[in-house]
């Protein structure tokens, strides 16, 4: 007897895709819409082949190594190879690199110790105060150091 429904469309083309776009941070949601199916059916899959679903988280967490790889070092400054030129150097032609220089960036660095070292750089500080509090409240013009005991006498 066949099976009821639609036949699947996870297949080998389908789940290279999925992995592809994993390595470039597409989300669950994103892929789902991408592959045209429900957001269900990409989290069945994983269920059904956990080869896959483990394939899957690596080429996420590959994604994520990626940025913290970018993040780092555009807080630190880098150096990387722009473009090739043409000099001509006593009437010889030659071609060399010209490097280019990306200095650190404060923005990329408070990001970064923000998240690492939440204890030295987050903006919210916590501060504990203990000891105790004595409350004297003025009656009068002096001081009742007994408020809520009835006295006797007149009030003055």
């Not at 199916?37 to 269920?47: C, P, R, V």
Request: with cysteine; charged share 35%.
């Amino acid at each position: 007897m066949a099976k009821a429904g639609q036949p699947t469309k996870f297949n080998e083309k389908v789940k290279k895709q999925i992995l592809c776009m994993a390595l470039k941070a597409f989300t669950d949601v994103e892929m789902s819409n991408i592959l045209s199916i429900d957001e269900s059916t990409l989290t069945h899959w994983k269920k059904k082949y956990p080869k896959f679903f483990t394939s899957v988280k690596d080429a996420k967490a590959e994604a994520d190594k990626n940025v913290v790889k970018s993040l780092y070092q555009r807080a630190c400054g880098f150096a990387c190879p722009a473009e090739k030129r043409t000099v001509v150097v006593d009437g010889v032609e030659r071609t060399e690199m010209i490097t280019k220089f990306y200095p650190p960036d404060p923005t990329s660095m408070i990001f970064w110790l923000k998240n690492r070292d939440r204890a030295n750089w987050r903006d919210k500080q916590d501060v504990a105060v203990s000891g105790d509090l004595t409350v004297n409240v003025v009656k009068f013009g002096k001081i009742d150091d007994d408020i809520g005991k009835k006295k006797d006498g007149p009030e003055t």
